[in-house]
């Protein structure tokens, strides 16, 4: 399943956040990281994360959770909609 989670530093945490990730990387355990994106000049960003196992999701979070704040929403590509669309409106 793919999942895109939108990520928010919280006010006074970037600098402990960004030292953070140039030390680990931020590795993503038991998912495939398709991408991460940083919105320039902001202090956000999105993951997209396939994976079969949702905990992966949770604990990614909380590992980072002193540092921001999460949004997690499953996504479908065209290919997974179009049959689930065309069943409704078909």
């Known amino acids: 399943m793919l999942y895109i989670q939108h990520w928010q530093f ?5 600098e402990k956040a960004a030292k953070k ?13 398709l991408g991460r994106y ?14 079969d196992d949702p905990t992966a999701l949770y604990e990614h ?5 002193e540092f921001m704040t999460w949004n997690t929403t499953p996504v479908f590509t065209d ?12």
């Not at 940083?38 to 994976?51: C, F, K």
């Not at 979070?61 to 959770?65: K, S, V």
């Not at 290919?79 to 078909?90: N, R």
């Open 38 to 51: 940083h919105g320039p000049g902001s202090l956000e960003g999105w993951i997209i994360v396939e994976t």
């Open 79 to 90: 290919d997974q909609a179009g049959p689930l669309v065309a069943k409704t409106y078909g």
């Open 21 to 33: 990730f140039l030390e680990t990387q931020a590795p993503y355990p038991r998912a495939n990281m």
């Open 10 to 14: 919280k006010t006074g945490y970037h």
């Open 61 to 65: 979070a909380a590992e980072w959770g």
